[in-house]
């Protein structure tokens, strides 16, 4: 059904161009779709941000994201599987929240009461890691990704775990965030991420799509900032740009939702092949 309705859209909107032209354009249709549950909690963010609903800004962000959720599954427009994988996303997503906003490390700030807060981190933070990973299920979904070149499955969860403990251990050791960009060039440099729009498949470096994602995502974070999701230290008192640096250490968070999402799609796989 989608597939028809990219292919009307797309030769209504551009006719005569060629097949390439024509599939950067439902590829880009297709980007925006992934983004539903990302683009759809900006949009809650926004009202949040000028509008009051009777209830803590976090609670009304909790609760509407609980509903949107909701929506998402009964409309299938997100697969129980997809939903799954977002609920993992979410809890390692809380669990490096807990960590960063405690008062000894005080990485960032959530400074609005709410309700729906454990250990000081409300609820909906959760989800905008779960926007990570509905991103991440959707696009493998739409556009068929498949992976070549993929390293040993051992070498690929060790380096994710590593990555994920770096985040907390950097705070009292050496940070080797650098360590672990040089490995992730060597062990995926080899590795493409295949796609399929339409009928053509096409390819990109995996490395290559690490950067150009975490890009998008400092772009966002730049805006959710700027809404008040959270604060940095630097923008307690007046907003400034997020660091270049955190693209950084959001490619390191992107190769860890990417390994994730691909280990799950593979112990499903092979669920499905004993099953079968």
Known sequence: MLNRVLTTVAGRAAPGLTEGAVDFLRFGIKQVRACVFAGSFFVLLFLSHHVTFGLHRYDFLFLSAVA?????????????????????????????????????????????????????????????????????????????LRLSGYPRIGLAATLCALIYL????????????????????????????????SRREYWIPMVSAFVLIAFFIWVAENMATLLGAWKYPDQLITWTTVSLHKIGSWSLLVIVSLILVAELKRVKERLEHAGG
């Open 68 to 144: 949107l959720q909701v929506v998402l599954l009964v409309t299938r427009v997100e697969t129980f599987d997809e939903f799954k994988t977002i609920v993992v996303f979410h809890l390692l997503g809380f669990v490096l929240e807990a960590f960063k906003t405690h008062p000894s490390i005080g990485s960032w700030h959530y400074p609005e009461p709410g309700i729906f807060k454990v250990l000081g981190v409300p609820l909906y933070s959760g989800f905008m890691y779960a926007a990570i990973g509905s991103y991440m299920a959707q696009s493998w979904r739409l556009l068929k």
């Open 166 to 197: 770096n985040f907390f251990t950097h705070h009292f050791i050496y940070d080797f965030r650098y360590v672990l960009m040089v490995a992730v060039v060597v062990l995926f440099w080899r590795t493409r991420v295949h796609f399929t729009v």
